[in-house]
């Protein structure tokens, strides 16, 4: 299983990005996909998830009304939209991936199976 997440980069506060994470190497499409991200110093913190076969979406409480998840399951391409950023956003993203679908732990990194890299996201003027 491979996992890329991409869409980074440098934004100004009240700022968008997109950030995306492309799965293979996975024949069911009965999976969870999870965003997480870690500041420097800070521990790894679940901001989404999403189940791959029904859709269910889960948010962490700093990032619901700002941040959107979604699916593209003809593509295994999970996608996080994120308004309205702040210097609080500033981190690492990282996507996992864990067999089947978003459950009581979705936010818990140890609950996921495999990683991609990060992608750096700065919220900077």
């Known amino acids: 299983v491979q996992l890329q997440a991409f869409g980074g980069g440098l934004v100004q506060p009240g700022g968008s990005l997109r950030l995306s994470c492309a799965a293979s190497g996975f024949s069911s499409g009965y999976y969870a996909i999870g965003w997480f991200r870690q500041a420097p110093g800070t521990e790894r913190r679940g901001v989404s998830c999403?189940?791959?076969?029904?859709?269910?979406?889960y948010y962490a409480d700093s990032v619901k009304g700002r941040f959107t998840i979604s699916r593209d399951n003809a593509k295994n391409t999970v996608y996080l939209q994120m308004n309205s950023l702040n210097a609080e956003d500033t981190a690492v993203y990282y996507c996992?991936?864990?067999?089947?679908?978003?459950?009581?732990?979705?936010?818990?990194?140890?609950?996921?199976?495999?990683w991609g890299q990060g992608t750096q996201v700065t919220v900077s003027s």
């Open positions: 996992a991936m864990d067999p089947g679908r978003c459950g009581r732990t979705w936010y818990v990194w140890k609950t996921y199976q495999y």
């Open positions: 999403i189940s791959m076969g029904d859709g269910s979406t």
